[in-house]
């Protein structure tokens, strides 16, 4: 087996799936927004297992202020029914919170438009 075998070897077996969000804060809510997700991320963490989300704060040009990476491991994980339904039920007592916090949120259908 020579190197370029080894590799793929390794590619294959290494292989972990990250979920990426750019959020846009409402005008004046930046601060409110990271620490509402500060305490979803907590939640989530705990109800839901699943791991804490990196994320960084933006700050010149584009109209995005967060990117948030959410560590998924492959999609069988992250979408385990019971996982999404946890997750849910942690959103659920932050929505209202969120459509005030994030930009443009009057079109929220689902978690998918909240960034988580």
Not at 75 to 83: F, K, L
């Amino acid at each position: 087996m020579g190197l370029h075998d080894t590799l793929k070897v390794n590619l294959a077996v290494d292989t972990y799936l990250y979920k990426a969000s750019l959020v846009q804060a409402a005008p004046g809510k930046l601060l409110d927004l990271i620490d509402t997700y500060k305490k979803i991320f907590a939640e989530e963490t705990k109800v839901a297992g699943d791991a804490t989300p990196l994320w960084m704060r933006h700050s010149q040009g584009d109209r995005w202020d967060l990117l948030v990476l959410f560590p998924m491991g492959s999609y069988m994980e992250y979408y385990t029914p019971d996982r999404v339904v946890k997750r849910d039920t942690v959103l659920d007592d932050w929505r209202e919170r969120l459509k005030t916090d994030i930009a443009d949120s009057q079109h929220f259908v689902n978690d998918q438009d909240i960034g988580l």
